[in-house]
């Protein structure tokens, strides 16, 4: 039987584990204990949330790395393949997808998508990115697109088509001409699977704005944090929708602050892969649109500690605190990560979440 989608809901601050696809997750550090991304270790972590209750499961689209002496992130699992192995190792948790517009048609991505709406009973959910990195494009031999958004327009469209036309479908496009096409089945969820985008620019924005459920964001001061929810609110509203506001946070939650600080400066100043988090941070400003512009010169610890994500360090009560406060500026859920899943994400959710449920936050 489908039920509704885990990110509709009832829980005020939803929450989600992000990157464990991804070898290192979202940490670009050297110390031992750092996320190998092991097919058993994915398994594990996704169980954990699934029995928790979290409420996704989210994985980054990566096809190369950033080098340095653990050659990060180049060890990741295809996101299509990797929901469908957890929506049959998991029961309720949402499941999500991330795929690179340019580099997969948007006929193959209605099959493969619908496939693990099936298999998980509607918990399928699909993150839209364009990309941003050069390298990885040209391993395909695919320059990057100008107009991505245009393109990722046009690409959601002829899957939502797909879904709903009862006869083959002929479109006519800028960027896809398709003749006689036909997707069967089609997603269990109506008109087609849960959606997000992650941008931080106008054009990804409004694609956001138009064109998806939900959008993923950053912020660099809990002070702005309220101003991104605001203006994807002011762009969906020009056109008569609704967009709900995630973000993105790195975690390290220890029984005292100073224990928790100790071990962000270890991972992600003392043993960063400094290497790693150079090539990081300078592809993302040359060629993406995804943090404040200061965050660069300013944040290059969060760039080690979790891709230049916000920082929640400290107690399970502190944690909790300013998430309730993320909760307030607007935010229906956070996307986590950690330094290593397995080990780390036991205690978070037997000593946060107890605190967000006494906040009202989550039932």
Known sequence: MIKAHPLHGSNKLKLGVFSTNADGG??????????????QDNLTAAQIADRAGLEFMLPIARWRGFGGRNKVR?????????????????????????????????????????????????????????????????MFGTPLVEKGYDQAAEWIEILEKLYASAEP????????????????????????????????????????????????????????????????????????????????????????MEEAQAYYARYAVTMAGHDAVDAHMAGKKEFSQSHDPHAYD??????????????????????????????????????????NYTQELPYFCDHVLPILRKAGLRG
Request: charged share 20%; net charge neutral.
């Open 74 to 138: 180049e060890w990741s699992f295809e996101t299509f393949t990797w929901a469908a192995a957890l929506a049959v190792a998991t029961d309720q948790i949402g499941l999500f997808m991330t795929v690179h517009v340019p580099l997969m048609h948007p006929l193959y991505a209605a099959k493969a998508l619908a496939t693990v709406d099936h298999i998980s009973r509607g918990r399928a959910g699909l993150n839209i990115v364009c990309g941003w990195n050069p390298k990885e494009f040209g």
């Open 169 to 256: 479908l002929d479109y006519e496009g800028t960027y896809y001409r398709l003749k006689e096409a036909v997707s069967r089945p089609a997603s269990l969820q109506r008109p087609r699977p849960v959606t997000m985008n992650a941008a931080f620019g106008g054009p990804g924005r409004d694609f956001a704005a138009a064109r998806c459920d939900y959008l993923f964001t950053t912020f660099s001061e809990m002070s702005d944090a309220g101003k991104h929810v605001a203006d994807i609110g002011e762009r969906a509203d020009k056109i008569g929708r609704d967009v709900g506001v995630y973000t993105v946070a790195h975690v390290v939650c220890r029984p005292t």
């Open 26 to 39: 979202l940490a670009i550090t050297d110390v031992p204990e750092r996320w190998t991304a092991s097919w």
């Open 298 to 339: 300013r944040y290059r610890q969060r760039f080690a500690g979790g891709a230049g994500t916000y920082p929640l360090i400290g107690t399970p009560e502190t944690i909790a605190a300013d998430m309730a406060a993320i909760a307030g500026h607007g935010y229906q859920g956070i996307a986590l990560s950690f330094v």
